[in-house]
Every structure is written in C-alpha cells, then in structure tokens.
C-alpha cells in the first residue's frame, strides 16, 4: 500500500514558477514509476511527466517539455516537479501517481488526493 500526498501548489502569475512535491508512504517507494498528472476545469485529466523507479528515465507530455522537470529522491519517499514559465491554460487539479508499469499510463495503481495550481494571466 503507498499512500501519496501532495503540496506546492498556489497561486502564481503566468510566467512564473512552481515546484510540486509529492511525499509517498510505504517502503517499497522505489518499486514505482511516479507520474505527474493534472486535471482543468471541465476538462478531462491529462498526463504531464513520469519518472522510473531508478530516476533514470523520465517522460514529458509534448506541451511541458523543456518547462517542466520531474524528479524523484527515494531516499525521501518524494517525487517533485518544477514547473516554470507557466501559463493560464495550466490552471488545474495537479495528481501524482504512483504505478508498476512503464511506460506509465491512467492506470496507475495509487493516487494522491491533488494539488490546485492557479496560474493568472
């Protein structure tokens, strides 16, 4: 059982940055890939970047890439993702994830409960 929690979100003016932090229970943290998800109003959820289990390894959805980087330290139990030059259109529930498959996907095997990121413009 991996129980996933996160924080940083808030409000920022768009440009700006963010780092979200995703600290998870259990022992057998490092068996997951962690994924970063998020979810606009009205909209449906969307995959944002994942990481393997070793850290090695790391995906990003086409619209974050070069802004957003993912990373995880298993000696914490916690994921992170910094997000920078942020934009109106990014406003929304942010998930972290949990899962054994990679690449990662929907079906991931915990979630956390979000974080709500609201980007002014």
């Known amino acids: 059982q991996v129980q996933l929690e996160e924080s940083g979100g808030g409000l920022v003016q768009a440009g700006g940055s963010l780092r979200l932090s995703c600290a998870a229970s259990?022992?057998?943290?490092?068996?997951?890939?962690m994924g970063w998800f998020r979810q606009a109003p009205g909209k449906e959820r969307e995959f944002v970047a994942a990481?393997?289990?070793?850290?090695?390894?790391?995906r990003y959805a086409d619209s974050v890439k070069g802004r957003f980087t993912i990373s995880r330290d298993n000696a914490k139990n916690t994921v992170y993702l910094q997000m920078n030059s942020l934009n109106a259109a990014e406003t929304a529930l942010y998930y972290c994830?949990?899962?054994?498959?990679?690449?990662?996907?929907?079906?991931?095997?915990?979630w956390g409960k979000g974080t709500l990121v609201s980007v002014s413009s």
């Open positions: 994830a949990a899962g054994l498959r990679w690449p990662v996907n929907y079906d991931m095997n915990y």
């Open positions: 990481i393997k289990w070793s850290g090695g390894n790391t």
């Open positions: 259990g022992r057998t943290f490092s068996s997951y890939a």
